[in-house]
């Protein structure tokens, strides 16, 4: 079965590196992965010039390390998703151009990390974002220049953000807003011991924004610590059947909300590689998906991801 992956990084960190023969060593394990859609991960920003247009860097080097590969198989980075900081609003204008000209019109649209939670100990040291920054008019001022260049949003938030993102994904029905990683379930730290508080909110928000037709959902991203699965604890990685034992009532709720034709599979890797195997991840994808229709599983494994991001 064709396969595209909707989501990974390249990270070139302190003890972390995983670029292109890292992922192309996962993407060749036995599945027949034949494209992917690379996410911003503030690897290889430019050292020099303006501060704002710094992040125009990244595009330029996955655009550059990934060309050869456009003809064939698989064809790493078929889309890219950058970042520019949005709060700058209208101004914002000349990095996404900087960005369309960087991406050899594969660019296809931006994230910006607004995890926040009242929980400090779940605060992102590469991002912190301020509370709130999905309300703050200067964002969405920077939000309003997507649409008109053909851009989309990823958002990736903490589930108790979700009813912000349903007010800025209706403040502009003409832009297609996806949610990473199943909606940001995060059951540590101060939401440990409220699972079933956690699941029934989560899914509120979730069906919520199922009703905006703008609105998708990338199926995945479950492998991280915060998600409270506990899998890195184990003596072994997760197996594809105790992966989709854990996910099916997080990933089937998507699916049922927002239907296949709005959902897409990813592998976060390298991210969720901390969990599991990138096979046994698109393994579990399989199982979970084992009585979906033919034309609902092309659209979980390629169809969504294709259309979502103009993938021509």
Known sequence: MPIIDAHHHFYERPGWTYLLD????????????TASVFM???????ASGPESLRPVGEIEYVAGVTAALQGGKPQVAKGMIGYADLRRGAAVRDVLGAELHAGDGRFCGIRHLVTWDADQTLANPFSAPPRGLLLDPDYRAGVAQLAPLGLSYDAWLFFPQLPELFDMAKAFPDTPFIINH????????????QRVEVFDAWSRSMRMLAGLPNVY??????????????FEKGERP?????????????????IEAFGAERCMCESDFPVDKGCHPFRNGWNAFR???????ADEREALFQG?????????
């Open 22 to 33: 890292e992922y192309l060593e996962d993407a060749r394990t036995g599945h027949n992965i």
């Open 40 to 46: 911003q991960a503030l690897t290889r920003y430019r």
């Open 182 to 193: 199943c909606g940001g379930v995060v059951r540590i730290a101060c939401y440990a011991n």
């Open 217 to 230: 959902v990338k199926l995945g991203g479950l492998g991280m610590r915060m998600n409270g699965f506990a």
């Open 238 to 254: 997760p197996s594809s059947d105790e992966l989709a034992h854990a996910w099916k009532p997080w990933m089937h709720t998507c």
């Open 287 to 293: 199982k979970l998906t084992a009585q979906a229709g």
């Open 304 to 312: 969504t991801v294709s259309k979502v991001y103009c993938l021509m």
